[in-house]
């Protein structure tokens, strides 16, 4: 079977994002299991280039022109054909050119020329600036897509015991005071299924074991610490055993206590505690500081709910440190091997099997 197909949009130039796809592209395992096309602009990805290899020319830099690139550019863009972007400092016009990259790779893959995208970082700040309002990179994905059910959701796979972490949340990035307004059985329902889907349809989990937490500390402790797990979190929860008999959903966890055991099977012997396939945290630091905290030069973001698959990885775009030759690509090759492997999934267990072959013998 061929390989997966993915673009990869190269993200906002004054961030980490040109660098991380660069020296990501150098470990040929990345291209043995995707057919790989880099969207992004070559001028600056050659300056990109030629920069690194002057202040690290100890570091692996793939040149640009040994790549299967898409050049984007447009009328204005530049001047003198060169992108006036500098490492470090965000402006609209980055803002603009990592839009157009993320536009022209979704288009990419609905023209049937590859089967994800993978994104790196951009600044929604810079898009903002450049006219772009959006709260980020996932909401353009899906107004393209033409889906309104999609949920952000991170996974990881431990460098110490091979155990693989998948959490999704209720919700993102909306102010902790309002989580209470945002979560509705309705929402609790959409994002629920989405993740049954996703397990089914992209890991091959046909009766998955999912851990659902509570929202107040103690899931509440029976109403002392907060009403919402009593007046509908529970009833809710029965429910969704009715709607969902091929899975054995757990909870509702008290938040303090439900990352114990995925700790435990990152660090230490996966065999020895009981895990769940997927948790399901109800706001964006419930699920993000634990998984951070296992898992940050190596998670990635991947949207759920598309018909294609897309995988970004878990960091920013790291304006301080950008130019520099010091950002760490894992979370990018992370990226990169997770979405040929949903892909492979899509398209059948050969495909898929080709896939973590190389990616075991790379690791």
Same mark, same amino acid.
């Given at each position: ?13 004054? #961030? ?5 796809? *660069? ?6 395992? %990345?291209?043995?299991? +995707? !057919?790989?096309? /880099? ?55 980055? #803002? ?5 990259? *993320? ?6 893959? %609905?023209?049937?020329? +590859? !089967?994800?995208? /993978? ?123 009715d709607r969902h008999p091929q899975a054995t959903l757990d909870g509702l966890v008290p938040p303090d206590t439900l990352w114990v ?31 951070k905290l296992m898992a940050f030069d190596r998670a990635v973001n991947t949207t759920i709910g598309l018909p294609f698959v897309r ?23 992370e990226a990169v091997r997770l979405g040929a492997e949903l892909v492979a999934q899509r398209l059948g267990r050969e495909a898929i ?11």
């Amino acid at each position: 079977m061929s390989r997966p197909r993915l673009a990869i949009a190269t993200g906002d130039p004054a #961030g980490i994002g040109p660098e991380v796809v *660069l020296k990501a592209l150098t470990h040929p395992d %990345l291209h043995q299991i +995707a !057919d790989i096309t /880099v969207v992004g602009t070559r001028s600056h990805l050659l300056d990109c280039y030629q920069r690194l290899r002057e202040v690290r020319p100890d570091v692996a830099i793939a040149h640009p022109n040994d790549l299967n690139l898409l050049d984007v550019s447009w009328d204005g863009w530049s001047e003198k054909g060169k992108a006036v972007c500098h490492p470090g400092q965000e402006t609209a016009l980055s #803002g603009e050119m990592s839009f157009r990259y *993320l536009e022209t790779a979704i288009a990419h893959v %609905l023209e049937g020329h +590859a !089967d994800g995208v /993978v994104t790196a970082p951009i600044a929604k700040s810079a898009w903002k600036s450049a006219g772009h309002h959006y709260p980020g990179q996932t909401e353009l994905l899906a107004e393209k897509a033409g889906v309104d059910r999609f949920g952000m959701m991170f996974v990881a796979r431990s460098p110490h015991t091979g155990w693989m972490l998948r959490t999704l949340l209720a919700t993102t990035h909306i102010p902790l005071q309002a989580v209470p307004a945002a979560l509705t059985p309705d929402v609790m329902t959409r994002k629920l299924d989405l993740l049954c889907e996703c397990l089914r349809q992209d890991f091959g989990i046909v009766a998955p074991r999912i851990a659902i937490s509570g929202l107040n500390p103690h899931s509440g402790e029976q109403g002392q610490l907060g009403d919402e797990e009593q007046a509908w979190l529970y009833p809710w929860l029965q429910d969704m055993g009715d709607r969902h008999p091929q899975a054995t959903l757990d909870g509702l966890v008290p938040p303090d206590t439900l990352w114990v055991k995925p700790g435990q099977a990152w660090f230490g012997n996966r065999h020895s505690v009981s895990t769940h396939d997927a948790y399901l945290a109800l706001y964006h630091d419930q699920g993000l500081i634990p998984v951070k905290l296992m898992a940050f030069d190596r998670a990635v973001n991947t949207t759920i709910g598309l018909p294609f698959v897309r995988t970004s990885p878990d960091h920013g775009t790291a304006f301080d440190i950008a130019g520099r030759g010091i950002a760490d690509p894992t979370s990018m090759m992370e990226a990169v091997r997770l979405g040929a492997e949903l892909v492979a999934q899509r398209l059948g267990r050969e495909a898929i099997a080709q896939v973590q072959s190389h990616s075991s013998s790379a690791n």
